[in-house]
């Protein structure tokens, strides 16, 4: 047992100089981050967000209606060894990348399976989407996998939810997934607000306030108060600005980050120069939120994760710190930058993504839809 010293450390939101903490190791660093980064949003089968250049779409039900992909997502999601791949490499990339706590969607199976294969991983919300579109799970189907799988999951590292796509392509199943996330003590995320006014016709889908289950709006870009809605709100600054070249006026309201497409862009842990620079306004408030926020959001719990870094919280600031050291549950994960099993570096996990897309796109191709 020794101490890890660092000049400067935010530690549950709040700024300090000068730090001394017991710990697995005895090392020195210029800032540590106690819990760590939290991502409250991720889509780890996103291969494709079909972005058009200098395309400013309005909203996300226009974006979602014209955007031109390149690969089959439903392919993609049908394929649990793929899927699990791409997960996989997405749990890797957000712990080199300081994230130790990550929301996903998309098929619950194979996130779960790539989760449990791997000896370094971050905790983890699993939030599987329904929608009744081809190539999407519902309500039971989820429940039933969630079955199956909660014997492992009993240590506090994860827990399983329920997502549903969005109000205008869920509606039917929004009560249905709050009973469920009632049974798994657990909660229900939504897209909403993503360019269009819909927290108070979200309230009244689900009939509340109060709900069976904690309700968490991803996205709430529009200015609504989520709080007065009964809903806690995780905003993706990064990928709003990528679409919609705006996001959320102000971090009032906001619990936590998200990144929507972690294989694409990184996670929250990458991103903090960006919400910095997107927001301008109060920098430990958006560094409370891009760390404890998503463990707030999420009712998970915090004891022993941290990151270490080289450089200080300027550098964070301007995305040019790198991360060192990383610990989950008190489980050293990230020592010198590398996973600690693997030996695995964020470039190489880069390498190994590029790689998984280029698959993705050359199994899964769009005209295989024209054609069937």
């Known amino acids: 047992m020794g101490y890890i010293e660092a000049k400067e450390a935010i530690i549950y939101g709040r700024y300090v100089e000068g730090v001394r903490i017991r710990h697995v190791v005895d090392e020195y ?17 996103v291969v494709d967000a079909g ?3 200098g395309t400013v779409w309005r909203h996300s039900y226009e974006w979602f209606e014209n955007r031109r992909l390149e690969v089959d997502e439903a392919g993609i999601r049908s394929d649990l060894r793929l899927s699990s791949a ?25 996130n779960l399976r790539a989760w449990l294969s791997l000896r370094e991983k971050p905790r983890a919300v699993f939030l599987p989407t329904v929608m009744k579109r081809r190539g999407w799970a519902s309500v039971p189907e989820v429940a039933g996998v969630a079955q199956r799988y909660a014997k492992y999951l009993g240590d506090g590292l994860a827990r399983i939810g329920v997502f549903v796509h969005s109000v205008r392509y869920g509606a039917s199943m929004l009560r249905d997934a709050l009973l469920l996330a009632k049974r798994l ?39 609504e108060d ?7 709100c995780i905003s993706c600054p990064y990928s709003n600005h990528l679409l919609y070249r705006r996001t959320r006026g102000s971090i009032s309201g906001i619990t936590g980050f998200g990144s929507d497409w972690p294989l694409l862009v990184g996670s929250v842990g990458s991103h903090i120069g960006t919400i910095a620079s997107l927001f301008k306004e109060d920098v430990m408030g958006i ?3 891009a760390t404890m926020g998503s463990y707030k959001a999420y009712s998970m719990r915090h004891h022993g994760d941290m990151v270490a870094m080289d450089g200080g919280l300027n550098r964070l600031l301007d995305g040019k710190a790198k991360v060192r050291l990383v610990t989950v549950n008190n489980r050293l994960v990230v020592r010198e930058g590398r996973l600690v099993s693997t030996g695995e570096s964020l470039r190489d996990v ?11 796109k050359r199994l899964y191709p769009i005209e295989q839809i024209a054609r069937s």
């Open 185 to 223: 003590g657990s909660v229900v995320g939504i897209h909403v607000s993503e360019g269009l006014r819909e927290m108070e016709e979200l309230s009244r889908l689900a009939g509340g306030p109060p709900y069976p289950a904690r309700i968490v709006g991803v996205h709430c870009m529009e200015e």
């Open 287 to 289: 560094l409370k939120r």
């Open 350 to 360: 880069m390498r190994r993504i590029q790689e998984a897309i280029t698959q993705a």
């Open 86 to 110: 791409l997960a996989s490499l997405v749990f890797k990339r957000a712990l080199l990348e300081g994230t130790t706590l990550v929301a996903v969607t998309g098929r619950l199976e194979a």
């Open 51 to 53: 972005l058009k250049p």
């Open 29 to 45: 660093y210029d800032l540590i981050v106690i819990p760590g980064f939290s991502d409250g949003h991720m889509h780890p089968q």
């Open 226 to 232: 989520p709080a007065y809605y009964g809903v806690t």
